[in-house]
């Protein structure tokens, strides 16, 4: 089954931008793995963000957005607010199997 | 206002059985695949089984094949998880998620031991 890498965790100034990654151990990330983007607070049950590459829901903020970037699914957050501090977990689908990866503790400080 | 609720979790000793239930409200539940997700405490989402809209194909991942069984009920809305020989592994929150729509349900929690 592969393996799906993110960064374990990042730190972001208020205001600032920072880029959440989302790998897979098969090779490049495709529009064909749907790459999802997830926000969990602790506590709480996760919250979607992103799906299939960059499209957002109603209630997604607009200071987040999806892109691939270099061979990688990304998050980027642009004005980062005190509630954005959360854990972000991606999720990639393969033919008959979807894999989360380890999710990004994102400190905002 | 859309709705996942799941029940039926609990404590069962190692070797046991627990069925899952998620009951959906608020959205067309026949249109979508659906998932159960679960998250042991402190670790990160696993994904546990998928099952398309009209129930015709599932997959599982390899940690709980030939164990767990997924399945749904369009008339009452609502998604099931059949677990059988349950491990200390097992012991988890289970969320029920409509993955595309962007639903999760707020989990139940299972607990393996003796």
């Known amino acids: 089954q592969a393996v799906v890498t993110q960064e374990p965790s990042l730190t972001v100034s208020p205001g600032g931008t920072v880029t959440l990654t989302c790998g897979s151990s098969t090779g490049a990330v495709t529009s064909g793995h749907f790459p999802f983007w997830f926000q969990q607070k602790p506590g709480q049950a996760p919250g979607t963000l992103i799906y299939?590459?960059?499209n957002k829901y109603s209630w997604t903020p607009a200071r987040f957005s999806g892109s691939l970037l270099g061979g990688k699914a990304a998050l980027t957050l642009s004005g980062a607010q005190p509630e954005d501090e959360a854990e972000y977990f991606c999720c990639l689908f393969y033919s008959d199997a979807a894999v989360f990866g380890g999710g990004t503790k994102l400190t905002v400080l | 206002e859309v709705q996942l609720v799941e029940s039926g979790g609990g404590l069962v000793q190692p070797g046991g059985s627990l069925r899952l239930s998620c009951a959906a409200s608020?959205?067309?539940?026949?249109?979508?695949?659906m998932y159960w997700v679960r998250q042991a405490p402190g670790k990160g989402l696993v994904w546990v089984s998928r099952?398309?809209?009209?129930?015709?194909?599932?997959s599982y991942a390899d940690s709980v094949k030939g164990r767990f069984t997924i399945s749904r009920d369009s008339a009452k809305n609502t998604l099931y998880l059949q677990m059988n020989s349950l491990r200390a592994e097992d012991s988890a929150l289970y969320f029920c998620?409509?993955?595309?729509?962007?639903?999760w349900g707020q989990g139940t929690l299972v607990t393996v031991s003796s």
């Open positions: 998620a409509c993955i595309r729509a962007g639903h």
């Open positions: 099952i398309n809209s009209d129930g015709s194909s599932t």
């Open positions: 608020g959205f067309t539940f026949s249109s979508y695949w």
């Open positions: 299939d590459i960059s």
